[in-house]
């Protein structure tokens, strides 16, 4: 079956840095995404990954290791609105997006 | 201006009854999605549309059922509705389905409670 895992929730400290976790067993590969949902809200747009390494945006970054079904997402400078949920998605051999649950990120001051 | 719209942003109802969401997007994208996000916020796709034709139906009920009257909109009409489909549903869009996999763009959501 196909199956994309991230922690459930995380809690981190205003001004740090926080890294969030994505594992994924899917039927092919074509991309993976990371998304942002604050409560209530859409998810919105991200980063997006098909190759190996690291891709920087600002104050996020985002790795893949297609070896190892990996990913993780890195919030630097942690700011309070940072606090929502951030989603992991991966393409499959179908072209369609599979998401995982999501990871809850608190940030405390 | 919205890039992808939704109404009703709530919908409150009873068991039973049949109702529709709407959803509009004016990014020119080929392609667009009905997903469900339930209580545990998974997001399960329901439905793809590209170029007005059904490409992706996963195994939902068939009392749900897409319709396309032209690329930029994409409507859910629900018959029955049960107290399971209490959810929130999200309208996307993106470029193109086929050969590659863009970014998708959000509505912002349709909470439907079923009493």
């Known amino acids: 079956g196909q199956n994309i895992d991230q922690p459930t929730e995380m809690t981190a400290t205003e001004g740090a840095i926080v890294q969030i976790n994505c594992t994924y067993q899917?039927?092919?590969?074509?991309?993976l995404f990371w998304y942002q949902q604050h409560a209530g809200e859409a998810p919105t747009f991200l980063s997006y990954?098909?190759l190996d390494g690291l891709e920087e945006k600002g104050r996020f970054s985002s790795f893949l290791s297609r070896s190892k079904g990996y990913s993780y997402l890195l919030l630097k400078e942690l700011q309070m609105k940072d606090s929502a949920s951030y989603l992991c998605?991966?393409?499959?051999?179908?072209?369609?997006?599979?998401w995982g649950a999501g990871t809850k990120l608190i940030i405390k001051p | 201006d919205t890039a992808v719209s939704q109404t009703p942003k709530y919908l409150v109802t009873q068991m039973g009854n049949d109702k529709s969401i709407k959803c509009e997007q004016n990014?020119?994208?080929?392609?667009m999605y009905w997903y469900k996000q339930d209580s545990k916020k998974f997001l399960k796709i329901m439905f793809s549309?590209?170029?007005?034709?059904?490409?992706i139906n996963e195994t939902v009920p068939n009392r749900f059922s897409p319709k396309s009257p032209d690329k930029a909109h994409l409507n859910l009409h629900i018959n029955s509705l049960e107290l399971g489909d209490s959810a929130v549903y999200f309208c996307?869009?993106?470029?193109?389905?086929?050969?590659?996999?863009?970014?998708?763009?959000f509505g912002p959501g349709t909470r439907l409670t079923v009493t």
């Open positions: 996307a869009s993106s470029q193109d389905l086929r050969e590659l996999i863009y970014e998708q763009y």
């Open positions: 990014l020119g994208h080929d392609t």
């Open positions: 549309y590209n170029n007005k034709e059904l490409i």
């Open positions: 899917t039927s092919g590969f074509n991309g």
């Open positions: 990954n098909v």
């Open positions: 998605a991966v393409g499959d051999s179908n072209y369609q997006l599979i």
